[in-house]
């Protein structure tokens, strides 16, 4: 079992930063794979970015590539979301989620991950 704690949402200005963490619990966060869904309201869940067990292998949606970077830190059983540009369009419930390492295709995908946390909320005014 792996418990996940979003923090780091708010309310920011276009054009600003925010810096989004996700603390999990459990001795096997190293060997997990973490993701970054957003949902904003009326729409479907989507992708973010996903960073694998390793470090190794980074992926993010077009829409946030070069303004978002995705981090973790095995020691501290942490992954991290930097947020910087930020637009109005960005304004959504942030979820991270842990999951095996698999193929793009798999992991963009949120039925790939076994584990969720509550969300954080970051809202982003024009």
């Known amino acids: 079992q792996v418990q996940l704690v979003e923090s780091g949402g708010g309310l920011v200005q276009a054009g600003g930063s925010l810096r989004l963490s996700c603390a999990a619990s459990?001795?096997?966060?190293?060997?997990?794979?973490m993701g970054w869904f957003r949902q904003a309201p009326g729409k479907e869940r989507e992708f973010v970015a996903v960073?694998?067990?390793?470090?190794?292998?980074?992926y993010y949606a077009d829409s946030v590539k070069g303004r978002f970077t995705i981090s973790r830190d095995n020691a501290k059983n942490t992954v991290y979301l930097q947020m910087n540009s930020l637009k109005p369009e960005d304004t959504a419930v942030y979820y991270c989620?842990?999951?095996?390492?698999?193929?793009?295709?798999?992991?963009?995908?949120?039925?790939?991950?076994?584990?969720w946390g509550q969300g954080t909320q970051v809202t982003v005014s024009s």
């Open positions: 989620a842990a999951g095996r390492d698999g193929y793009y295709s798999q992991i963009v995908r949120s039925q790939f991950y076994d584990y």
């Open positions: 960073i694998s067990s390793s470090g190794g292998s980074i």
């Open positions: 459990g001795r096997t966060f190293s060997s997990y794979a």
